[in-house]
């Protein structure tokens, strides 16, 4: 049977739309199948985008993309139960040229369909892709309730839980701790209040990211960045961790929103949207294998994110490894081979970006972050004491700054051995 | 800030229910609810309840379609999710 397309994209998100965008202009039939009513519909992130890549497939993004602010300003917070330290660096050149950005996904996306569809990729919205077809071990469309496509490469293009790959047992189900749930809210506020409250000037945005007490001590942290009217809160949450606590997510979303350290920060804010995702902790150990026969698996069906405590990514990973895919899928239709052998253009493609490299730079951090159970609760105090004793001018003799660090060290119940092996394991891995 | 209860705070979404063909179905006769009732908590949008007797109950109209219950609780535990049929479901304006 003749194939319907060139290529079916299951998914209308970051790493789907630009696929599609990429092999429509160079002249392939492209259907892009989402489920959402619309591209974005469906799609959530924190949402940072580091954003330089973008500028390889859009280089006029900033003039043309519904993006939010351009992030020059990074906070890092241990935060403790009644004390939080914050460590925030301002740093104006990132925006020059713009390094990172927040989004909201659902006009991100949107936007990202529209430049698929104007490249001349058919958008077919509204539509649930069932399953994968084969024949003989091999990708040749997709079935969407009674109906069959046909194509020479399918690309599931269809997030994190991926279903279409694993459901054919071509991927595997990642592993509890290699997956966290991020449930959010964004919360909007006056432009000019956001301006005022975190030091902003024009389009430029701050990002925080934040462990301890904002989890009640699950593995994970929380997030703040600034959009245009309204800022994007939540907390992350490794699911093994979670599972073994017994609480609620909903619970620790709502102890993270109501902290009296970042109440401030929220005040006079309302809720206009909550939402939740699931995300991939694993980073190179959720890899895997990303083309087959007659498909390939691109963004967050491919496991491809990285978090490292400071930075968390994965819209960037979209992005690259649409670029790959499409570079890799113009190769093998070119070349009329679309088996796994003649698709493999993708991963090298993808593996001689500096995506791949980071992946391989911080292999060890799912590790360090899953083993490292102090810093969701002992190292915020810890920090948080140390320079309580520094600012508490209390009547009583100071004491010098390592006698103070030594003291509080001793108060706190952390085992020296212990944090030897994080700090050393921390700078092997982050 | 008014953090909302989660139901006020669903409130705010655009939600299209599936009527004839829920997404989410229960099988509260396996033997072990164990991780069933992992998925109840890990749920950020309180879609399952656990009711007297034990028994779990899911609201399919409130699921923000994460899969946070599938992975918590695979098949063969109870829990039969997939996302919903093309044009139902959450509709996220901001994401």
Redesign the interface.
């Known amino acids: 049977m003749e194939p319907d397309f060139d290529v079916i994209v299951v998914g209308g998100g970051i790493a789907g739309c630009i696929t599609a965008q990429l092999l429509a202009a160079q002249g392939h039939s492209v259907v892009v199948i989402e ?3 619309n591209a ?6 924190g ?1 940072i985008c580091y954003s330089r890549i973008l500028a390889q497939v859009f280089p006029d993004y900033l003039a043309e993309a519904p993006y939010e602010r351009q992030i020059v300003r990074n906070v890092f917070g241990l935060v403790g139960k009644e004390r939080a330290t914050f460590a925030e660096v301002f740093d104006p050149s990132l925006a020059q040229p713009v390094n990172a950005i927040s989004v ?6 949107a936007w990202l369909a529209e430049q698929a569809e104007a490249a001349g990729a058919f958008m077919m ?4 892709v069932d399953e994968l077809l084969m024949e003989s071990g091999r990708v040749i469309g997709v079935r ?2 009674e109906d069959e496509l046909r194509a020479q490469v399918v690309v599931a293009a269809d997030g ?2 991926s ?1 279409l790959a694993r459901a054919a047992g071509l991927r595997s ?2 592993s ?1 701790n290699h ?1 966290a ?1 991020g ?1 959010k ?3 909007g506020l006056d432009s000019q209040v956001i301006a005022d409250r975190f030091h902003l000037e024009g389009r430029e945005g701050a990002a925080f990211a934040l462990v301890g007490d904002v989890t009640a001590g699950v593995g994970g942290g929380a997030f703040l960045y600034t959009n245009r009217q ?1 800022l994007s809160f939540g907390v992350v949450l490794r ?1 093994d961790d ?2 073994a606590s ?5 619970a620790i ?2 102890h993270a ?2 902290h009296k350290a970042l ?1 401030p920060l ?13 995300t991939g902790e694993g980073g190179i150990h959720l890899l895997d294998k990303i083309h087959f026969d007659g498909l390939v698996v691109v963004g967050d069906a491919a496991g491809l994110t990285i978090n490292t405590g400071l930075t968390i990514r994965g819209m960037d990973f979209a992005i690259g490894s649409a670029i790959a895919a499409a570079e890799g899928i113009h190769t093998a239709l070119t070349a009329g081979d679309t088996s796994a052998v003649g698709l493999s253009h993708y991963r090298r493609a993808f593996e001689a970006s500096y995506l791949y490299a980071d992946l391989k730079t911080y292999a060890k951090a799912p590790a360090f972050l899953e083993q490292a159970t102090d810093m969701y609760d002992r190292y915020p105090e810890l920090v948080g004491d140390v320079f309580h004793r520094i600012y508490a001018i209390d009547g009583d003799p100071r004491t010098r700054l390592l006698a103070s660090a030594r003291a509080a060290f001793k108060d706190s119940a952390i085992k020296f051995r212990q944090l030897l092996r994080d700090g050393l394991s921390a700078v092997r891995s982050l | 800030m008014k953090p909302l209860s989660v139901s006020d705070r669903l409130a705010k979404n655009v939600f299209v229910t599936d009527e004839d063909d829920p997404h989410i179905t229960i099988d509260n006769t396996v033997a072990d609810k164990t991780r069933l009732y992992l998925a109840v908590a890990a749920c950020p949008a309180k879609v399952y309840t656990i009711s007297a007797d034990g028994s779990v109950c899911a609201d399919s109209a409130a699921c923000l379609e994460c899969g946070t219950c599938l992975a918590v609780c695979p098949p063969g535990n109870g829990l039969t999710w997939h996302y919903p049929r093309g044009g139902f479901g959450v509709s996220f304006r901001e994401g």
């Open positions: 489920r959402g009513d974005g519909a469906k799609n959530l992130s949402g909201l996904r659902a006009p991100f996306d919205p509204g539509v649930r969407a309730g994190i839980n279903f189900t990642p509890l997956l749930v449930v809210a964004v919360i309204s699911l979670l599972t017994g609480k609620e997510s909903a979303f709502d929103l109501s109440a929220l005040r006079d804010g309302e809720i206009i949207e909550y939402g939740c995702h699931l």
